[in-house]
């Protein structure tokens, strides 16, 4: 079993009430996102969240949720002694940083992704990157096609066992 496979949406409904849930539009964006409006940098951006398990037993979850706006995203991670992202963290982590997106590629499985650079604020190193946007999902690279050390190793697919959920 892959320990990042999300809950059901529910769980991050429960778990983030104050943030609106987004419904699928007929164009594949997410909803109130206009393709058009900035070009790619609006596919990704909005705050995207999932619940995932920790361990094999099923007892611990952890809520990710990241947020991309404007080339920086902010990453924030809540930990549970649940199996459903519910109750007090007895961990919380938050990762910042930038991101450039640098165009539109095809994967080797043929979907669309887009190119996207993760930008280390200490020491502005990047890691060359893609993500995926499918209805209400952002998908990360599959490291396993490549990593993110140059541009020529830059990954080639999206996992697809993983994925973070539109929420705003």
């Known amino acids: ?17 104050a943030c609106g849930g987004g419904g699928g539009s007929s164009d594949g964006s997410p909803a109130g996102k206009d393709r058009n409006a900035s070009g790619l940098e609006a596919e990704v951006e909005g705050t995207w ?5 920790l361990n094999e037993a099923m007892t611990e979850t952890e809520l990710w949720a990241t947020t991309m706006e404007d080339g920086v995203f902010v990453d924030e991670f809540y930990a ?23 165009g ?4 080797g499985s043929g979907m669309t992704a887009i190119e996207v650079d993760w930008i280390d604020p200490t020491d502005g190193e990047r890691c060359y990157s893609l993500v995926a946007v499918d209805d209400d999902r952002l998908y990360f690279a599959d490291m ?25």
């Open 104 to 107: 539109e590629t095809t994967t």
């Open 1 to 17: 079993m892959n320990l990042r496979t999300p809950l059901s949406a529910i769980f991050l409904v429960s778990a983030l009430t």
């Open 144 to 168: 396993e096609t490549g990593n993110c050390s140059s541009e020529n190793d830059r990954p080639t697919d999206v996992d697809f066992d993983f994925h973070l959920n539109f929420i705003e």
């Open 49 to 53: 969240a999932a619940c995932y398990y």
């Open 80 to 102: 549970f002694r649940s199996n459903d992202c519910s109750g007090d963290p007895f961990r919380i982590e938050s990762y910042s940083g930038e991101y450039e997106v640098i």
